[in-house]
């Protein structure tokens, strides 16, 4: 379950502590577990992991807590993350189906503020952030 709440709150707390670190997403895993993505322009090594799980210590009061790497299913948060990936291939889960689909699977061509476009084996479709439950990079071409 992705939480954006929680996810401006780590934010926030790695502005200043770690600058440089881009928190991609925060999900709860089950009731106790936490997983941060995270991002570094140098790429992300255990050392980054471990200093900002130091940074977190706090949280592990009430819930274990893993930091990683996106990895090559990165996940697509924001509006940035969609316009920086313009021209990849991306899966976007729906929290409601969209005329009989849950998800679409295709390029990303477009991402304004409000809603990311993409080329799917369906047609070309714009969908409002607001629907997506989540989304990420998906290998191979595009």
Known sequence: MHTPQLQT???Q?????????????????????????????????????????????????QYSLEVSSPGPQRPLTKPDHFRRFIGRKARVRLREP??????????????????VTVA???????????EINRSHLVEGEG
């Open 98 to 115: 969209r005329d009989g689909h849950k998800s679409y699977t295709g390029e990303l061509v477009g991402a304004s503020d409000d809603e």
């Open 9 to 11: 709150d780590i934010e």
């Open 13 to 61: 707390r790695l502005a200043s502590a770690e600058p440089e670190v881009e928190v991609l997403a925060c999900e709860r895993v089950g009731a106790e577990r936490l997983r941060v993505f995270i991002d570094h322009s140098d790429g992300v090594s255990l050392a980054l992991c471990e200093r900002v799980t130091e940074h977190l210590r706090d949280l592990l009061a």
């Open 120 to 130: 799917a084996e369906y047609g070309v479709v714009a969908i409002p952030y607001s």
